[in-house]
């Protein structure tokens, strides 16, 4: 049976690199073989991951890095700021559409109404040509390059953004 219920929400899920969790570190002790990381990793499904806008490889920070950055940290009210400032960017550009953000819009309107600037899909179509990108992963790449441009108060996402918004999308660290 399925049932569908109405929901907006944000999903943010975490994975150890391999099955004991030690990889990272100056004393990393893990001992997990390439393979049976392979493994681990290929539990995630292709179809889960390829609905997944944004993902980032974290290292442990360790004792002094965690001290030492907090003094540096940004604190959430100024993040909180230009989160909103980036919203509003959004929504005046999506006045007078059922939309507000730019994760809202469906993907042809997308490609229609508000594409990325010349040639700034150049690596996201090398991508899909590859077949490391599907289609509607370009359409989140497209939306997330969006929300690049609108945090920087940018009119519209050139490549660049488009470049960044791939990367995080693939999970690559650049
Ligand atoms: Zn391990």
């Given at each position: 049976m399925t049932a569908t219920f109405?929901?907006?929400f944000i999903l943010v899920i975490a994975a150890s690199p391999c099955p004991c969790a030690k990889t990272a570190g100056p004393a990393a002790e893990c001992r997990c073989s390439p393979?049976?990381?392979r493994r681990y990793l290929g539990r995630i499904s292709g179809p889960l991951l390829d609905r997944i806008d944004v993902k980032i490889e974290l290292h442990p920070a360790g004792r002094t890095g965690l001290l030492?950055?907090?003094?540096r940290a940004e604190p959430?009210?100024?993040?909180t700021g230009r989160v909103a400032a980036a919203r509003e960017q959004a929504a005046r550009r999506l006045a007078g559409t059922p939309w507000r953000l730019n994760a809202e819009i469906p993907g042809s309107e997308l490609r229609r109404h508000?594409?990325?600037g010349p040639g700034a899909l150049t690596d996201v179509e090398r991508a899909l040509e590859r077949?490391?990108?599907s289609a509607r992963g370009v359409a989140k790449v497209i939306r997330v390059a969006w929300t690049l441009a609108d945090l920087t108060g940018?009119?519209?996402p050139g490549r660049a953004e488009c470049d960044t918004a791939l990367?995080?999308?693939?999970?690559?660290?650049?």
């Open positions: 109405p929901a907006r393979a049976t990381r030492d950055n907090r003094g959430s009210q100024v993040v508000w594409p990325p077949g490391q990108v940018t009119n519209r990367s995080l999308y693939l999970g690559v660290t650049r």
